[in-house]
């Protein structure tokens, strides 16, 4: 790279480090990259951290020391994420989403590339201080949802599928029992995708009892893997607690009442904002 | 916000075009953004898009007028786009990828954020200059492709299902024949998902006959939608032009052979680069 003005190496920087969340990149690399005095590109550091800091993008963390360098951790502001997740709420709430059997439609804001971003960095917020190797969903509408929190964290993903397919080799697969609807099902996972005793971070779009969660769980197990956390977008609050399969998980927001009659639905923010 | 300083304002910018592409912002919504006349703006936006275009980031265009601003359209060089598919062809022809049917095992490369975002760069930048208005794909692999190329287009996307949940709502099906094997499949829409008339960008991972896209358009006719664009991962190119059901796509590679017994495949960069 020809050596750059401030300024332009300032506009680099900032795309530079935008696009490497959560990846450590030493002084020595910056110093190379740009044909800059270290001193330069700390004083460059500095301005953009405080940038990142002030505007709620995320935070710089600098090591210092010989394997230093500084780490781009995106993060959102509880102000900022409350805001978002309260107009998420309100559209949750419109009478036309009820669907039969007390669902709620969400597909098509699970479609906004936007908001999955604003989301994936809520739920890259909750999990930035875990161990994770890597992101699990279940197909399909969790996979933007997990996709976009991978993108903040800087993990690559994998997809449990409900079929077998040809496409995929050889795979485990297991039963599991909807817990909502009592039914069984199957689900399962290419062997070659995940190592063992990996660190996973689970991801969906919406939990009622749990059923599908300890599903991806037991998959886990398996595979000789662990649970590093689990996050869902919208959780589903009617159950009693005694029904709930699952106890510890990060959500977004919260059902608390479904009326097919009417089709009332009451929708709050969820835990993590707790 | 609060008056920033030249520098501490040029990576505020930076980060504000980056995360809206696609979007024409206002000469007049930064200078009031940033407390500054728009004479400031303009030469930061000139020292940002000298940067973008000098690093292959994307283009940065200034409308002039009442009705003007700037506009940051991500686009992908084409050493940089070849470098990455050239690197993407020798990971393809693996021997261990090969799959009972001719099939390529591509799912772990489909799961690294980074490599997606490249890959919805590129197509992001074949498809510039098209009037889109939402990208469809149908699951399962073709979604975090989908899902990469609506980030660089800030475009909605809608995924096409294999079965009719519960959760969508009424839906649009049809039955097609996947071309390579000539089984018939069903394919639906949820209604509410796709205005009629949109115009839609097909984005899929895998090409054989063309089977699978030609259902996807069949599907888009009953909503009176227009297909604006096909793009394509990788395409199979072991079947003579006759076989295929499509012609106007793009591809970012394209497997030429696959040897079942000796497990050699053949992988070369897709029409894109031609």
Redesign the interface.
């Known amino acids: 790279m020809k050596k ?1 003005k ?3 190496r ?3 920087m ?2 530079y480090l ?2 490497r969340p959560h990846t450590l990149i030493s002084l020595t690399a910056f110093a190379d990259r740009y044909q800059s005095a270290k001193s330069s590109i700390s004083e460059d550091l500095a ?2 951290k ?3 800091e002030e ?1 709620g ?1 995320g935070e710089l963390h600098t090591l210092a020391g010989a394997a230093g360098g500084v780490k781009y951790t995106p993060k959102i502001h509880h102000d900022a994420a409350i805001s978002i997740i309260q107009s998420v709420c309100r559209q949750l709430e419109q009478p036309e989403r009820v ?3 007390g ?3 969400m ?2 804001m699970l ?4 908001l ?2 604003e989301l994936g960095r809520m739920f890259a917020t909750a999990f930035a201080n875990r161990e994770i190797d890597v992101i699990m969903t279940v ?3 969790g ?2 949802l997990a ?2 929190t ?2 903040c964290l ?6 449990v ?1 409900r079929d077998n397919k ?4 050889s795979a485990v697969s297991i039963n599991y029992v909807s817990g909502s609807n009592k039914r069984i099902q199957t689900m399962s996972l ?1 062997r ?2 995940l190592r063992e005793h990996s660190r996973v971070l689970i991801i969906d779009d ?1 939990m009622k009892a749990g059923g599908t969660i300890q599903g991806m769980m037991d998959l886990l197990g398996e595979f000789n893997a662990k649970v590093a956390g689990v996050g869902v977008f919208v959780e589903s609050g009617e159950l009693g607690t005694e029904e709930r399969l699952l106890e510890d998980y990060i959500s977004l927001a919260k059902v608390t009442a479904v009326d097919l009659k009417t089709k009332q639905t009451t929708v709050v923010p969820g835990n993590f904002f707790q």
Chains 1, 2 share one sequence.
């Open positions: 750059l401030r300024s332009a300032l506009v680099e900032t795309q935008l696009n301005i953009i405080e940038v990142f505007e993008i669907l039969p059997g669902y709620l439609f597909t098509d479609g906004q590339p936007e999955l971003s197909e399909t509408k996979i933007p996709y976009a991978a993108a800087n993990l690559p993903v994998v997809i599928r040809v496409t995929e080799g290419a070659r995708t919406f």
